[in-house]
């Protein structure tokens, strides 16, 4: 994964309520065994029409919105089933960060250990947000070693994560690779075990 501690990014808004994970990636398109493909699938039922041709009114098919990275929606996004093909079809869609109200659990902590920065505030300021962002081009920066979420227009925010994920999102890791770190002491366990 790649790490960061701060990040700049064109700013979407999606204002919707109770998003589930059917709606983010549809269950057709779980079939893939790679964590890589799904972006062209986010959203489906959204993006495109039945005859398969891109619906122009959805949000993220506005031009105005192509090449944002950072997501604003609206409460309980996430719902729905524990798949964590969501977060891997946002991230291959190219979103590093989404800020909502709140999140579903399995899909708030699917998004942490994918590289992904799930960013709580409250509906007010969610709700600034998605105006301002109707304005494009609307970047915000969020500062992960300080926990704030800024514009150039004055808006400066703070957010709370939990150190465990901060420091891996900063660093870049996995808990896979926090695993392999411990490699030596865990060889040294092994081989204790073993001569009892």
Not at 39 to 51: A, M, P, Q, V
Not at 79 to 86: D, Y
């Amino acid at each position: 994964m790649a790490g960061f501690k701060e990040y700049t990014g064109k700013t979407v808004g999606m204002d919707r309520t109770n998003v589930d994970t059917d709606q983010i990636i549809p269950k057709q398109f779980l079939k893939r065994i790679e964590k890589t493909g799904f972006g062209e699938f986010l959203f489906y039922d959204w993006r495109y029409k039945s005859n398969g041709e891109l619906n122009p009114e959805f949000e993220l098919n506005l031009p105005e919105n192509q090449g944002a990275t950072i997501l604003v929606t609206n409460e309980n996004f996430g719902c729905g089933s524990s798949r964590e093909h969501a977060p891997w079809a946002l991230l291959d869609f190219g979103f590093q960060v989404i800020i909502a109200p709140s999140f579903a659990d399995i899909f708030y902590q699917n998004c942490l250990k994918n590289g992904i920065l799930p960013i709580v505030l409250s509906e007010q300021k969610v709700q600034s947000l998605l105006e301002r962002s109707k304005n494009q081009p609307y970047t915000l920066t969020v500062s992960l070693e300080r926990q704030t979420v800024s514009d150039e227009e004055g808006l400066n925010e703070s957010f709370e994560i939990h150190p465990y994920w901060k420091k891996l999102l900063i660093n870049g890791w996995d808990e896979i690779e926090i695993t392999l770190k411990l490699d030596e002491q865990i060889k040294l366990h092994e081989e204790l075990q073993l001569n009892k």
